[in-house]
């Protein structure tokens, strides 16, 4: 079906821009020093010939998306050498559409089989294969790139083009058959937030390696202007959100950092906590006996714990765990496993309340979940990738429109600020938070409203340039 405001993409150029954590960052088991963020240049054309370019950034979070004894850097390599093909493949596809139906059909369509044929040559080798939620990563950049360029072109906001003016298809034709009815005649915009909010409650992450207080001081800690104690950051920054990672193999531990975080929090006035077992958890009595716990011991701390999310694998599929047990205690969110929105239909049926939504796994795979799970009556929130630079536009947009539980995710400016110095000089409020929020004042009106002629960066050389010239 051929829509007036089609477009497909001409053109795909990548970047590669490392970065250093000032701390390390703890990811489940794993602890990292650095990572890699992809960036993406699309360039679109309409059916008339006018072209628009758009951005979309990603950072590939190894320890998040592929957990393993494999080395680092030799992960890292593999994932940028998908993201490569798969640029390649976005620059090939030739799909006229709007930007939700080029991304879908590409994640259903083409992603598999690179992502077979990726793993097919990995396997030959000796080498094990990249999880699917790797291949999402990587993907995303493009996507959102797409999503940037088409607002650009029709020179508006890339979420105000989710509508029937704009998509060829309602929702029914993304959900098929089975929820035909449910969503015939629906579009992404009539299950966005209204009125989309300026700015939005900040959750700060207190991550396993992260120092509560003075007393704990090794030394070694940075001296760069930036807080390392959690009740400085409180102070500093306003805080009234701490989002506590947990090791999920250490039930007394998990217990005792709980009471501490909760602890501090009280003291200083902040109002909500969540708690992160990160795809660790096989039982959920685990869950349950630390949550029993606090309600007995500490029912305040019990009190502000306003949801739990994802304690058990990833693998939705090869873990059917039973979860009813958990979400009746507290409101329990899929991350990791939510891969798309069939994932989350899945975990409905096992107990899960909630799905935290990522830009990373694809802004078009994000906005799906996020209609489906609105119908369903699930909860949502927008949890951070330690997204820096031009991620935290998109991820904060779509924090915005999503209406979450409570605000969003952003870490960044705890684990690399200065990565971001360029951009933040743009948009202080979205690289700052003041008074326990984040501040979407100043974006553009155009695209993900990245004002990016306006941010003086200079990037590396391209990685990958391919398409039409």
Known sequence: MAHGNDVRVRNVTLYYLPIKTRLPLKFGPETTTHTTCARALVRVE????????????????????????????????????????????WAQSGEWGHPLEIGHLFVQERLPA????????????????????????????????????????????????????????????????????????????????????????????????????????????????????????????????????????????????????????????????????????????????????????????????????????????????????????KPLFMDESAHDWKHVALGRTLGWTGVALKTCKTLTGALLSLCWARTAGMTLMVQDLTNPMLAQVSHLLLAAHAGTIMGVETNAMQFYPDASAPEEAVHPGMFRRRMGRVSLESLGHEGMGYRVGEIARSLPAPSLTSGAT
């Not at 190894?62 to 993201?83: C, D, I, K, N």
């Not at 937030?193 to 007393?215: E, F, I, N, Q, T």
């Open 46 to 89: 309409n059916r008339s010939g006018a072209i628009a370019e758009g951005w979309g950034e990603t950072p590939l979070s190894v320890a998040w998306v592929w957990p393993s004894t494999l080395g680092y850097e030799t992960r890292l390599a593999a994932m940028q050498e998908f993201t490569a093909l798969v640029g390649t493949a």
């Open 114 to 329: 690179l992502h077979r044929g990726f793993n097919d040559a990995r396997v030959a080798a000796g080498e094990p294969a990249m999880p699917w939620l790797a291949a999402l990563v990587c993907s995303s950049a493009f996507d959102i790139a797409t999503h940037d360029a088409y607002g650009i072109l029709h020179r508006m906001p890339s979420f105000a083009t989710y509508g029937a003016d704009y998509m060829n298809r309602d929702l029914g034709w993304y959900y098929g058959p089975e929820y035909a009815d449910r969503f015939a005649g629906r579009y992404p915009q009539e299950f966005f937030a209204r009125p989309v909010p300026k700015s939005l409650p900040a959750w700060h992450l207190v991550g396993g390696k992260d120092l509560l207080l003075p007393a704990e001081a090794t030394g070694a800690e940075p001296d760069d202007g930036y807080p390392v104690f959690l009740p400085d950051w409180i102070e500093r920054d306003g805080l009234q959100c701490l989002k506590v990672k947990l090791t999920g193999t250490d039930a007394e531990w998990d217990y005792a950092r709980m009471c501490a975080v909760g602890r501090i929090a009280i003291e200083r006035d902040v109002l909500w906590l969540s708690a992160d077992f990160n795809c660790t958890v096989l039982d959920p009595a685990y869950v349950n006996e630390i949550l029993d716990r606090l309600l007995v011991a500490e029912p305040r701390i019990y009190a502000m714990i306003l949801y739990v999310e994802q304690p058990f694998p990833y693998d939705l599929e090869n873990h059917r765990i039973d979860v009813h047990s958990v979400s009746a205690r």
